[in-house]
């Protein structure tokens, strides 16, 4: 069992950075996949994720090149670094983890294969 506890959301306006973190514990987190979704009207969608040794990553094309997913095993945290804002980033950001990914160097995309999430942050952007 993994345990997750994010914070760092806020109220920012249009343009502006946030960075989100996401500390685990629980002896498989470092060994876990770990994604960063937001709610989006009925699901959960995948805005960042990273591979458990932290050389892979993935963003959908709605984020690419402002989002940046980035971990530190040691410390047990992974963050998400938001910069150039929108009102549409505005949701609640979970962070999720999936401690059997396929390979060391796997992104998990599915948030039906993440067993593990944390309680959620609220960004809102204003515009």
């Known amino acids: 069992q993994v345990q997750l506890v994010e914070s760092g959301g806020g109220l920012v306006q249009t343009g502006d950075s946030l960075t989100l973190s996401c500390v685990g514990s629980g002896r498989s987190f470092s060994g876990s996949a770990v994604g960063w979704f937001r709610q989006e009207q009925y699901e959960r969608n995948l805005v960042a994720g990273i591979?458990?040794?932290?050389?892979?990553?993935w963003y959908p094309e709605s984020v690419e090149g402002r989002f940046t997913v980035s971990r530190d095993n040691a410390k047990n945290t992974v963050w998400l670094r938001m910069n150039n804002l929108k009102p549409q980033d505005t949701a609640v950001y979970y962070c999720?983890?999936?401690?059997?990914?396929?390979?060391?160097?796997?992104?998990?995309?599915?948030?039906?294969?993440?067993?593990?999430w944390g309680q959620g942050t609220q960004v809102t952007v204003s515009s």
């Open positions: 999720a983890a999936d401690p059997q990914p396929l390979t060391p160097y796997a992104v998990t995309f599915n948030a039906e294969d993440y067993p593990n």
């Open positions: 591979s458990w040794e932290g050389s892979n990553t």
